[in-house]
Antibody, heavy 121, light 110 residues
Framework: EVQLVQSGAEVKKPGESLKISCKGS????????IAWVRQMPGKGLEWMGT????????RYSPSFQGQVTISADKSISTAYVQWSSLKASDTAMYYC??????????????WGQGTLVTVSS | QSALTQPASVSGSPGQSITISCTGT?????????VSWYQQYPGKAPKLMIY???KRPSGVSSRFSGSKSGNTASLTISGVQAEDEADYHC??????????FGGGTKLTVL
């Protein structure tokens, strides 16, 4: 069974750093793109960026370039997104999602359960 | 890339057909047949309902269908049911392995 399991909720202060994770199982982690998606309270989904764990090829939305860093450790089938200096506006639910196989389903067919990040002084 | 444009809300009575639009540009929706749609219940993760404009993943009801004309993609729910009340999000490829979502549409079943 394909699963993406994300790390737990975080409460941080402005200026602090943070790294949240997404562990894949039940499939070949290195063969599928993983995306990170932000959902601010009461708002829509925002595509942040994506990584191919097989070779760590990473792409960012222009809106998130320079604001976050996406990485992966294929040895433990885990993808990450990190912030070096959080802002209150980073308060949101963050989802990881797996894109379907190349040449097949181009949608995000499996999603993590979400990680709630709260940034408040 | 700007977010794709979706109506904030749509509504329909049980049994009716409803359509949710997703308008982009000639650089995203109009350029690629890589539009997907997601259903999201409050407090839950999104679920893939349509991919590649008009394809349904295994297990998704045939009441859900997708289409595209020019720069606008559409999700149609035939015979809407109370259980379909949720938020719906579209997503399009924009090139260079980058994607963009729409603002989301809240479906209310009257």
């Amino acid at each position: 069974e394909v699963q993406l399991v994300q790390s737990g909720a975080e409460v941080k202060k402005p200026g602090e750093s943070l790294k949240i994770s997404c562990k894949g199982s039940g499939y070949s982690f290195t063969s599928f793109w993983i995306a990170w998606v932000r959902q601010m309270p009461g708002k829509g989904l925002e595509w942040m960026g994506t990584i191919y764990p097989g070779d760590s090829d990473t792409r960012y939305s222009p809106s998130f370039q320079g604001q976050v860093t996406i990485s992966a450790d294929k040895s433990i089938s885990t993808a990450y997104v990190q912030w070096s200096s959080l802002k209150a506006s980073d308060t949101a639910m963050y989802y990881c999602a797996r894109r379907g196989p190349d040449g097949g389903n181009s949608g995000y067919d499996y999603w993590g359960q979400g990680t709630l990040v709260t940034v408040s002084s | 890339q700007s977010a794709l444009t979706q109506p904030a809300s749509v509504s329909g009575s049980p049994g009716q057909s409803i359509t949710i639009s997703c308008t982009g540009t000639s650089s995203d929706v109009g350029a690629y047949d890589f539009v997907s749609w997601y259903q999201q219940y409050p407090g839950k993760a999104p679920k893939l309902m349509i991919y590649d404009v008009d394809k349904r993943p295994s297990g998704v009801s045939s009441r859900f269908s997708g289409s595209k004309s020019g720069n606008t993609a559409s999700l149609t729910i035939s015979g809407v049911q109370a259980e379909d009340e949720a938020d719906y999000h579209c997503c399009s490829y924009v090139g260079s392995l980058i994607r963009v979502f729409g603002g989301g549409t809240k479906l209310t079943v009257l």
